[in-house]
């Protein structure tokens, strides 16, 4: 967490608040106080930003999930203040967006892969509890969404705002390499009535294990063997290619799966 909240708040310090590009989340809202009143600090602005969602955190998603936020929020602003005293690395806006997306993104993968975090993802979990929709990433989108909209507004300028959607957009894809990894599977479910057959011709192959499940097909009122398996994308080829030849008539489902825990994958 200690080492997420630096790299975090390196990136924002030293690359995007010296060429105010506002992007998502409080320290986001925060740069934008500093750039319209720079005697205030973006870290101690963000420490005093999080107050009350972590006091609507206590009330709305429970005492245990927000505590777990606390140390996140106050180191992330103390080590933003002391990489303000950095100089800033360059002018270049372009170059400013990928290194601060970059970090930031590295930064925030850190916090979510060890369950600390803060900002606008305990707000969004707030907002999905009180509206009861529980689709939190929406709400985090909606609410980083809407302070680079008004980072752009109050600057007067497009390009802050592109700027700041692309950091925006770095940052996301940055964070779920770092959180999830960058090797990435695939669930698969093969519906088959020769799923014996299949399943050791795709264990002789790949050496994944199968899990053969017994289904009816309400159509037909006909029983079907389910095989369920767990493949890196690179192995998708092998498997429909092994279905076909042994069942042309099967059917299979491929889904991503943004983490596979267990023998063969990621340690749980």
């Not at 500093?34 to 206590?58: A, K, M, T």
Request: contains cysteine; positive net charge; charged residues 15%.
């Amino acid at each position: 967490m200690f080492a997420g909240c630096a790299i975090y708040s390196f990136g924002a310090s030293v690359f995007l608040v010296p060429n105010s590009i506002v992007t998502g989340g409080l320290t986001g809202l925060a740069t934008l106080i500093h750039i319209l009143w720079e005697r205030i600090p973006v870290g101690i602005c963000s420490i005093v930003l999080n107050i009350p969602v972590l006091i609507l955190g206590f009330i709305f998603a429970g005492k245990k999930c927000t505590f777990k936020f606390i140390p996140t929020v106050i180191f992330l602003g103390v080590t933003t203040d002391l990489f303000s005293l950095v100089p800033s690395v360059t002018d270049d806006m372009i170059m400013a967006t990928v290194c601060g997306g970059l970090l930031c993104g590295a930064g925030s993968g850190l916090f979510i892969r060890n369950g600390f975090g803060g900002g606008t993802e305990l707000l969004g979990r707030v907002i999905a509890k009180i509206t009861k929709t529980q689709n939190i990433p929406l709400w985090v989108g909606i609410c980083d969404g809407a302070i680079v909209l008004a980072g752009a507004a109050a600057l007067v300028s497009f390009e802050k705002a592109f700027y700041g959607l692309a950091t925006v957009f770095l940052c996301t894809k940055t964070s779920g390499f770092v959180t999830f990894g960058l090797k990435r599977s695939k669930l698969c479910i093969v519906i088959s009535d020769k799923g014996g057959e299949i399943a050791s011709a795709l264990i002789a192959g790949s050496k994944r294990g199968i899990t053969m499940l017994r289904g009816v097909g309400m159509y037909t009122s006909n029983e079907h063997q389910l095989l369920l398996t767990c493949i890196y994308s690179r192995q998708i080829v092998f498997l429909k290619e092994t279905v076909r030849r042994i069942d042309g008539s099967a059917f299979v489902i491929v889904t991503e799966s943004s983490e596979v825990l267990g023998k063969g994958f990621g340690q749980l």
